[in-house]
Structures are given as C-alpha cells and as structure tokens.
C-alpha cells in the first residue's frame, strides 16, 4: 500500500477522524446535527432488512477498525483533564500519579461504555455513508474515493458524535470524575 506524507494511510485516516470529532466541540462549534427521518428497513420487506443488517455490520467493523471507537477515551480525557475533580488528585498524588490515575479509570470507563459508543458511532456514520461506501474505506485508506466527502463531513461528524453520545460521555465522564472525587477523599 502506497505512503503519503510520511505516514500509513491507516494512520492518516485515523487522525482525519479524530480531529474531526476533537476540533469542532474544541473550538466552540455548534453540535446541532440533523437526523433525516427515514421509514424502517422492516416496512420494505426482507431484502432492504439484510441490506440494512449489512451496513449495521460493514458501518459496525468501519468503526473499529478505523478506531473511532477509542475516541471516546480522548473525548473523556478532554472533558476531565481541567476539572477541579482532576486537580485535587494532582494536589494530592503528584502529576505523574494522577495521570497514571486517570488513564486507568478512562479505559476502565472505555471497557464500560465502549460498546454502547461503537452503536452511537456505528448509527453516524450509517447515516451518511452506505455499506460499500464505508467497506472502500476500510480497505482503500485515502485512497478510497469517498475519503474526500469523509474529510468534507468530518465538521458535522464531529459535532454529530457529540450530540448523539451525548448521554454515554456524560455518563462515562461522571464515573471518571465520581471515582477521581473518591481517591481525593480517602
């Protein structure tokens, strides 16, 4: 597979995605993401269920094997790394301990909520790439030709993942910062 910029074009990829879902919340852009209504696969019969079932799977794997499944970790982190929770533990353990600290109980929140993350993922990006379109990724890298609308998208993806994970950040967030609080008082 070709090199471009000094970098695996899996490697490209990966960081295209996670600046997309980072940059827009981190620069104060709206998260107001439009879902499309749209009639349920059941209402046209058995072939558009298997052909919905398909792109759940193929939108499903897009997710984890492009890792987007990890950025949930990086969004924890960025939401709880200034929080007065987080510099409590400095206060008390030191940097390097609360560091090690938090990571620990971020990919303890991640094993927790990670699956449920995959889901609000894997509806995302179902909703703005088909099942072929989204298997060309995972095979072609930037090289698939719908890698330049996956980089037109990442804006509304970013702020899409926000908005519709909403509830598993908070509540990944608040065990983080729940167990943080715990390790200050004790």
Do not use: C
């Amino acid at each position: 597979m070709p090199r471009r910029h000094g970098l695996a074009p899996r490697t490209l990829l990966q960081a295209a995605l996670y600046f997309g879902l980072t940059l827009p919340a981190a620069a104060g852009m709206p998260g107001d993401f439009s879902t499309p209504d749209m009639a349920s696969a059941e209402s046209f019969g058995p072939t558009l269920e298997l052909a919905a079932t398909d792109a759940r799977v193929t939108a499903l794997r897009f997710i984890r094997e492009t890792e987007l499944n990890r950025n949930l970790s990086l969004l924890i982190l960025n939401d709880v790394k200034t929080t007065p929770e987080v510099a409590a533990l400095v206060e008390r353990y030191g940097f390097e301990a609360a560091k090690t600290i938090v990571v620990r109980l971020i990919r303890d929140a991640q094993g927790t909520y990670g699956a449920a993350w995959d889901e609000v993922m894997a509806d995302l990006y179902q909703q703005h790439f088909t099942a072929g379109e989204l298997a060309s990724l995972v095979s072609d890298h930037e090289a698939s030709p719908h890698f330049s609308r996956l980089m037109n998208l990442q804006a509304d993806l970013g702020a899409g993942a926000r908005q519709k994970g909403s509830t598993v950040i908070a509540a990944a967030r608040a065990r983080v910062l729940g167990e943080v609080a715990a390790l200050t008082r004790s």
